[in-house]
């Protein structure tokens, strides 16, 4: 796959001051959100996008609260945050939408998934190697609850596996504990 990059850019945001740049693969345009002079082995977080929790502050996830503990993280310690465009696990936000609708009949989030003919979590990681050896970085602390993310970064060393417990509220309950006992989170 060809990745095209931009030029690394300033956004000063309500988080911290950040650099940004661009990855775009095929139709997806990822995002990288980085503090400079970035630490000798950095916090990273990898996260997909939430339309529905990053942009509009849906309590169905718990999405935009780790976006946001990320962002203060990479502030504080100098770190980076890859903001994946893979929307509702890689179905999509039209399948996603949907998936919530049969969740608003009593599905739970991985049954709603396999009923529209999808796999629980359809995400992949092979853009975050690309992307952090762009930056030459070949050791990282790994802001996650998601030891598949762990397993599918195998040229890069986890140093550390820091978790992220933020965003519990009454509406995720469910959604929280299906991640952990049907997807293997560990909260
Ligand atoms: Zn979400």
Do not use: W
Not at 131 to 141: A, D, M, S, T, V
């Amino acid at each position: 796959m060809k990745i095209e990059t931009s030029q690394i850019a300033n956004l000063p945001s309500r988080f911290g001051t950040f650099k940004i740049q661009t990855f775009k693969e095929g139709e997806k345009e990822h995002l990288v959100i980085f503090k400079e002079p970035l630490d000798v082995v950095p916090t990273v977080r990898v996260h997909s996008e939430c339309l529905t929790g990053d942009a509009i502050g849906s309590l169905k996830c718990d999405c935009r609260d780790q976006l946001e503990f990320a962002l203060k993280e990479i502030e504080n310690h100098h770190g980076m945050v890859i903001y994946l465009r893979q929307e509702g696990r890689n179905i999509g936000l039209l399948n996603k939408v949907n998936a919530y609708a049969l969740q608003d009949k009593g599905l739970d989030t991985v049954e709603a998934n396999h009923q529209l003919g999808f796999d629980a979590d359809e995400r992949t990681y092979e853009v975050v190697e690309y992307i952090l050896n762009h930056f030459g970085i070949k050791k990282i602390k790994l802001l996650t609850n998601n030891p598949k993310k762990m397993e599918s970064l195998e040229g890069i060393e986890i140093v550390e596996r820091l978790p992220i417990i933020v965003g519990e509220n009454e509406y995720n309950e469910e959604y929280l504990q299906t991640k952990k006992d049907k997807m293997g989170h560990l909260l």
